[in-house]
């Protein structure tokens, strides 16, 4: 046996003990006995609790989710709360979703939280994410906390933490809190014992209070009064979405809404799904063959904890075609800067935030309008970031990701699935008023502004040999970068984590004003972008290829489209992306 695997059968050990519960160390001395591999994998690490909390799979171990490393997370959490907030009682909101053992994981850190003297609001029963951000700020909460794994396979849960306002944590409070996490060394060091006191539960009064704020964004209530017998297909993927996202539909005014009966239960093993996630479009398949049967003229799919949203529309051969974020995103800026301008809401100091891997059609849309575009890290977080910096001295309007996240107005300060459906909606039901689908929309857009395609390139690289690799493969493109892509002279590195921006022709080094982060962008001279990050969440890198072309006309479409295919397949090759 060599020095690590007794280093992680030591460790092991430790999990055998009398403070840990009998099924626990039944599963470990399983592993000691026969599932080396599993004993390893359990192991080899503490779960690492990352700048947004944590991630990973459930089960017994150091490097697992389970009753104790949230425990640990969760007296980390309460031990940097009470050395920064001194004079007034601390308040801590939490939520969680439909995965197995959220709720358990929920009251585990509730339990922690109140032994520690700390108020704690808990929702009565899973909730969505982005409700979760709006009761922090409800209550004047200093943080919150809520159970999800979003979109990642059953066997995974996840942590995140919020800060007062509203968004996740970032600099300092995200490197101060883990820094007060790692020094939990032992399970001794954590007070599990639950003072009902200081628990209080809070559900459909605040769902309610979030309906009536989200409601207040719609922009266009005598066009849904004229179209609000529109078909919407609506699937919650076994989520929270099922809990608001028919109720926001139908209190904006929509009448005709469908729902996805075997996927409106909430169910953590996802039954009906390979994955439950709505980029994908195996997860929207029952909703596309239940609107095709219906006649529908929208499908909406949100993400176990409805921070997301993935849609399909009507394409001209009256076929369900799914938008990725990227179209998403600039169809719902487009409709709403459009509203904002008719309405004389624009007055020269609002803007939109978008992330850097997120397409730059965004940048082109804003500019028409003449309000301001903010190019942030990858992460809600930093859009939320951004809504706080500006706030009392620019207007935000909306912001989005690639990803599926969107966000209007500032009442939420994390991507939110549930407004998001209310306005979707309600941009259907306005091009509608046009004679036109959200298809015809897209491809309006593409005219005026340029014809943006892109592609993401999701590589899973698991376990201990699987992390190694994915920072190998980063070093390589960050020493070894490309000079050229599909013909086109790399004119820009941009290194987010040196923060640099080299200038290829003048060798000259700019400094990137955003925080350090695990990201590389190259840009080229015809303007195509490729973003290479790891995943922080997941083990994963993904590339982020974009590119653009003028498109002439409509019956252009299939030609421009096929070219920038061809293009960004030259791309992906030329950087062994495999």
Same mark, same amino acid.
């Given at each position: ?43 080899y690490r503490t779960l690492e609790f990352g700048t947004g909390g944590l991630r990973g799979i459930m089960g017994a171990g150091s490097n697992r989710i389970n009753r104790y490393t949230v425990g640990m997370a969760t007296q ?95 600099a300092p409070h995200d490197k101060n809190i883990i820094d007060e996490v790692n020094k939990i060394v032992s399970i001794d060091e954590v007070d599990f014992c639950e003072n009902p006191d200081k628990i209080i539960i809070t ?79 195996? +997860?929207?398949?029952?909703?596309? $063959? &239940?609107? @095709? ?5 929208? /499908?909406?799919? %949100?993400?176990?904890? #409805? ?100 966000? +209007?107005?500032?009442?939420?300060? $994390? &991507?939110? @699935? ?5 306005? /979707?909606?309600? %941009?259907?039901?306005? #091009? ?107 083990? &994963? ?38």
């Open positions: 046996m060599n020095k690590e695997d007794k280093q992680i059968l030591e460790k092991a050990r430790i999990w055998l003990g009398d403070k840990y519960d009998e099924e626990t160390r039944r599963q470990v001395q399983c592993m000691i006995d026969g599932d080396r591999q599993e004993l390893v994998e359990s192991f980390g959490l309460a031990n940097y709360l009470k050395k920064i907030i001194r004079n007034e009682e601390i308040k801590v909101a939490i939520a969680y979703d439909c995965r197995n053992n959220s709720n358990f994981f929920a009251k585990t850190a509730a339990s922690v939280l109140s032994a520690n003297g700390i108020k704690v609001y808990l929702f009565d029963s899973l909730r969505p994410t982005p409700e979760l951000s709006f009761a922090v700020r409800h209550f004047s909460c200093h943080s919150g906390i809520v159970i999800t794994a979003s979109h990642n396979p059953k066997e995974y849960n996840g942590y995140k933490v919020y800060w007062s306002d509203g968004g996740q944590i970032v559900g459909a009064e605040l769902d309610g209070i979030y309906i009536d704020s989200l409601c207040s964004l719609s922009l266009s209530p005598e066009i849904i009064s004229k179209y609000n017998d529109i078909k919407i297909v609506y699937t919650p993927l076994h989520g929270t979405g099922v809990k608001l996202v028919p109720q926001i539909l139908r209190r904006l005014g929509f009448t005709n809404i469908i729902n996805v009966a075997e996927q409106d239960i909430n169910d953590g093993n996802f039954p009906t799904l390979a994955s439950p996630n709505p980029e994908e479009p195996s +997860a929207l398949k029952m909703a596309t $063959d &239940k609107a @095709a049967a219906e006649n529908a003229d929208l /499908i909406m799919a %949100t993400d176990p904890d #409805a921070d997301r949203v993935g849609v399909a529309v009507r394409n001209k051969n009256n076929e369900f075609v799914l938008l990725n974020g990227n179209q998403t995103a600039a169809i719902l800026i487009y409709y709403l800067l459009t509203k904002w301008k008719e309405k004389g809401l624009l007055h020269g100091n609002e803007y939109i935030v978008k992330t850097i891997v997120t397409s730059n059609l965004l940048n082109e849309i804003a500019r028409k309008f003449n309000v301001e575009c903010y190019d942030v890290l990858t992460g809600f977080k930093y859009i939320a970031e951004k809504i706080r910096e500006n706030e009392g001295n620019k207007k935000f309007i909306a912001g989005g990701e690639e990803s599926y996240g969107f966000l +209007a107005g500032e009442f939420v300060r $994390d &991507k939110d @699935a549930v407004m998001s459906c209310g306005i /979707i909606a309600e %941009t259907a039901a306005w #091009a509608k008023d046009k004679g036109k689908t959200l298809a015809d929309l897209l491809l309006d857009i593409y005219l005026e502004f340029g014809f943006f395609k892109e592609k993401l390139i999701s590589l899973t690289k698991k376990g201990k040999t699987g992390v190694e690799e994915i920072q190998a493969m980063m070093h390589n493109y960050e020493e070894n970068p490309p000079h050229t892509l599909a013909g086109s002279e790399i004119i820009y590195v941009h290194n987010y984590q040196s923060s640099q921006t080299l200038a290829v022709k003048s060798g000259l080094h700019l400094k990137i004003n955003q925080p350090k982060s695990n990201v590389l962008q190259f840009v080229t001279a015809d303007g195509t972008v490729v973003s290479i990050r790891p995943s922080g969440t997941e083990p &994963k890198i993904k590339f982020y290829v974009s590119a653009h072309e003028r498109l002439n006309s409509i019956n252009d479409y299939s030609k421009v489209s096929s070219e920038l295919d061809i293009k960004i397949q030259k791309i992906i090759d030329e950087l062994k992306v495999n």
